[in-house]
């Protein structure tokens, strides 16, 4: 069997890329991360530029590290006045979507969980879908999408949870 040599330099160039893009995303890179110790510098290494960053509580910023749309989890980073670590949450979790509450407006929502995977508008209903995928347990069980309704005035009316339809399109 023959290859050309250009063709299998550019194949194992574009596997070493995206094994690098993988090891960005890969959850073991959390496990060096160590809260009060590690440092911004820290989590732009292992996690990149941030999706947004968010003013916090005391001058703390926080870090949007979104895994949407394919991953099914978004992270959020807290960076203390003194440039060190002081949380890392990992937002997609039925605890932290049972503080979505009716009335609580978009940007509030925006902030606690991440940049959704799908926004869907239905001017008929004047309603907003956002969708995050997740899992029920840190990648345990099946895919779940949970969803948050907005009204017309950018405001939680309704939440809910339901399989995930992209494992039926699979099958």
């Not at 503080?99 to 001017?123: D, F, S």
């Not at 004047?126 to 779940?144: A, K, L, N």
Request: charged share 25%; with cysteine; proline share 6%.
């Amino acid at each position: 069997m023959r290859f050309k040599t250009g063709t299998v330099w550019r194949n194992a160039l574009l596997v070493l890329g995206l094994a690098g893009l993988l090891a960005a995303c890969d959850p073991q890179n959390i496990s060096e991360l160590e809260e009060g110790v590690s440092t911004e510098a820290d989590v732009r290494e292992r996690f990149g530029v941030p999706e947004a960053v968010w003013d916090g509580e005391d001058g703390a910023q926080i870090y949007e590290y979104n895994r949407q749309p394919m991953g099914h989890t978004n992270y959020m980073i807290t960076i203390g006045p003194d440039g060190k670590m002081a949380a890392l949450r990992q937002v997609l979790n039925p605890r932290t979507f049972a503080q979505v509450q009716p009335g609580m407006p978009m940007e509030a929502v925006r902030r606690m969980l991440g940049k959704p995977m799908k926004i869907t508008n239905y001017a008929l209903k004047r309603e907003t879908h956002y969708d995050w995928r997740y899992f029920e347990s840190p990648g345990v069980g099946e895919s779940q999408v949970f969803t948050v309704v907005f009204d017309s005035d950018l405001k939680v009316v309704r939440t809910g949870s339901m399989r995930d339809p992209d494992l039926d399109k699979s099958r």
